[in-house]
Every structure is written in C-alpha cells, then in structure tokens.
C-alpha cells in the first residue's frame, strides 16, 4: 500500500464521525426534496481508464417533456439541486469509491466513458493516476475553464504529483468550496459536453 493510498484511508477515516451524520441528512433531504433514487450512479473511466461506478448524491429531477424526454440539465437542476453543486456536497459519496480504492481524495475527475475515443494521446494521459474527488483543474478554475485547458492541468497533475502537492489542491478546495468558485460554465449547469479536440 503506498503512501497516497494510506494518505486517503487514514483522512477518510477520520473524519467519518463528521461526515456521516451530513451524509444520512442530505440524503434524506434529497428523498423528500428531489425524491428517489438518492444515489446517482454512473460509469466513469478510471486508472488506465478501467471503468468503475461512481456514487453521488443525486442533484437532478426526472422531469420529462411531453414526449417522454428528459428535460435539459438546467431545467431540472433546482434550487437545492444548485446549492449541493455549489458547495460539491453531491460529491460526498465519492468517499465511497474513495475506501473501495477505485478513487483518491485527489486526482483526475473522472469524465464521461464516451470522451475516451475523442482524447489526443496526449489527454488520455490523464488516466495515468487514480481519478479524484478533486484535482489541480479544480483548483485552477473548475468549471470555467475550457476542456483543452483542463486536460493539460490534470497531464502536469500526473506528471508532478506527491503529497505537498495533493496536501496543497485538498486545502486550496476547501477555501473554494466556502466561496462556490468554478461551479458552472457560462450558460450550462456544468459544462457543455467535450466534442474532441485537433489532434
């Protein structure tokens, strides 16, 4: 077991007699504002892009238009759906995937299966290290960067890691979690999909 490993575990672990009580009172928020499931998960690509589930809290509504389909993503992120983005209290349950050893507190995000076909060479590098809760693009703009810039971010991320830096982005997301940076792109609820880049 390396260091990073034991570095989660034991961070994990520690503050459980915190988080468990936040965690059974958002999900039972969710139940009775957003309704069930309460757990939205999804497949995501992590060390050497080996597919795993990834658990969060659900944000989103079911809501459908006339012809059955779901609305856009904007249109059934609500107000309380916003508020566990803003302050990334949707991501808690990646403290799940975190103990399971499919995650580590700080890394990659892991994307979307279908982006994997459309990355440079270069960008799929990003599957090199553990994917993360958070990571060096999350601390260097999230949500408001574009894809090409995130992806050089989480390249340098693997390129230089160790604990200072892993010690430094975990400190750096606590401050902007308190002050919701990043959250979303201009005119999307997250981000607009990633279509490829030149290759």
């Given at each position: 077991?390396?260091?990073?490993?034991?570095?989660?575990?034991?961070?994990?672990?520690?503050?459980?007699?915190?988080?468990?009580?936040?965690?059974?009172?958002?999900?039972?928020?969710?139940?009775?504002?957003?309704?069930?499931?309460?757990?939205?998960?999804?497949?995501?690509?992590?060390?050497?892009?080996?597919?795993?589930?990834?658990?969060?809290?659900?944000?989103?509504?079911?809501?459908?238009?006339?012809?059955?389909?779901?609305?856009?993503?904007?249109?059934?992120?609500?107000?309380?759906?916003?508020?566990?983005?803003?302050?990334?209290?949707?991501?808690?349950?990646?403290?799940?995937?975190?103990?399971?050893?499919?995650?580590?507190?700080?890394?990659?995000?892991p994307l979307l299966m279908e982006?994997?076909?459309?990355?440079?060479?270069?960008?799929?590098?990003?599957?090199?290290?553990?994917?993360?809760?958070?990571?060096?693009?999350?601390?260097?703009?999230?949500?408001?960067?574009?894809?090409?810039?995130?992806?050089?971010?989480?390249?340098?991320?693997?390129?230089?890691?160790?604990?200072?830096?892993?010690?430094?982005?975990?400190?750096?997301?606590?401050?902007?979690?308190?002050v919701r940076e990043g959250v979303?792109?201009?005119?999307?609820?997250?981000?607009?999909?990633?279509?490829?880049?030149?290759?």
């Amino acid at each position: 077991m390396n260091t990073k490993r034991i570095f989660d575990l034991c961070l994990v672990l520690i503050s459980l007699p915190v988080v468990l009580p936040v965690f059974v009172g958002i999900a039972l928020l969710i139940r009775v504002k957003i309704g069930s499931p309460v757990f939205f998960i999804q497949t995501r690509p992590g060390l050497n892009a080996k597919p795993f589930k990834m658990i969060k809290f659900r944000s989103m509504s079911d809501t459908r238009d006339e012809a059955g389909q779901l609305l856009p993503d904007d249109q059934r992120l609500g107000k309380f759906g916003r508020f566990l983005r803003s302050t990334s209290l949707d991501e808690l349950p990646e403290l799940i995937n975190v103990l399971k050893g499919e995650m580590s507190l700080v890394g990659p995000r892991p994307l979307l299966m279908e982006y994997i076909d459309l990355y440079t060479e270069e960008q799929a590098r990003r599957h090199d290290a553990l994917p993360g809760i958070t990571g060096w693009a999350q601390v260097n703009g999230r949500n408001t960067i574009s894809w090409e810039d995130k992806f050089k971010l989480d390249v340098w991320y693997v390129d230089n890691r160790n604990f200072w830096l892993d010690l430094k982005i975990l400190l750096i997301t606590i401050k902007k979690v308190f002050v919701r940076e990043g959250v979303s792109a201009q005119g999307d609820a997250t981000m607009p999909k990633f279509k490829g880049s030149k290759k």
